[in-house]
T-cell receptor, first 114, second 111 residues
Framework: NAGVTQTPKFRVLKTGQSMTLLCAQD?????MYWYRQDPGMGLRLIHY???????AKGEVPDGYNVSRLKKQNFLLGLESAAPSQTSVYFC?????????????FGPGTRLTVL | GQQLNQSPQSMFIQEGEDVSMNCTSS?????WLWYKQEPGEGPVLLIA?????ELTSNGRLTAQFGITRKDSFLNISASIPSDVGIYFC???????????FGAGTRLTVKP
């Protein structure tokens, strides 16, 4: 049981390039989330999904797209990267089968946009 | 959007001391959560609170959900070096939906 994994761990992009961050969980969780973490600002929710085939916008969705084609995977896409998207990105999945509901976080992806 | 104000921003304490941090908001939240993050890792849930006025403990950690539903605090008793990390509060208005995080409290414990 690997929990929540994220690929890649690090990435450097040039402005205007595109990329996809992959989040995978092997815990059969319905809910998955993408956050970004910036210094002094805590975590901010980008998009989330409450099940396969569904996605919803979070607090800071602009510049990002997501897809949840398979229950175990939640992809975060940047179509045209900007320096303001330099951040650490965390994926999480939610276990509603235990009390309290627990979000499990991945190790993060550190993205730098030049 | 809803803002969570977390204080203090950082704390430097001696091993064995008690620690207290809090989170306030101008908005009402129906769930309050406290996470700990260590370097290079994602946050890990410490305590979750679901009812106004609720006081919950997890080992040396105690957290309370404020009566007004606009604040929460976390206490750590008898701190130890492994308590070092960044502690985040988070609030949720609707079940399983949008969660807002505070900016974090960075805790340093001197042996």
């Amino acid at each position: 049981n690997a929990g929540v994994t994220q690929t890649p761990k690090f990435r450097v992009l040039k402005t205007g390039q595109s990329m996809t961050l992959l989040c995978a969980q092997d815990m059969n969780h319905e809910y998955m989330y993408w956050y970004r973490q910036d210094p002094g600002m805590g975590l901010r929710l980008i998009h989330y999904s409450v099940g396969e085939g569904t996605t919803a916008k979070g607090e800071v969705p602009d510049g990002y797209n997501v897809s949840r084609l398979k229950k175990q995977n939640f992809l975060l896409g940047l179509e045209s990267a900007a320096p303001s998207q330099t951040s650490v990105y965390f994926c999480a999945s939610l276990d509603t089968g235990e009390f309290p509901d627990t979000q499990y976080f991945g190790p993060g992806t550190r993205l730098t946009v030049l | 959007g809803q803002q969570l104000n977390q204080s203090p921003q950082s704390m430097f304490i001696q091993e064995g001391e008690d620690v207290s941090m809090n989170c306030t908001s101008s908005s009402i939240f129906n769930t309050w959560l406290w996470y700990k993050q260590e370097p290079g890792e994602g946050p890990v849930l410490l305590i979750a609170l679901y009812k106004a006025g609720e006081l919950t403990s997890n080992g040396r950690l105690t957290a309370q959900f404020g009566i007004t539903r606009k604040d929460s605090f976390l206490n750590i008793s008898a701190s130890i070096p492994s308590d070092v990390g960044i502690y985040f509060c988070a609030g949720q208005q609707d079940y399983n939906n949008d969660m807002r995080f505070g900016a974090g409290t960075r805790l340093t414990v001197k042996p």
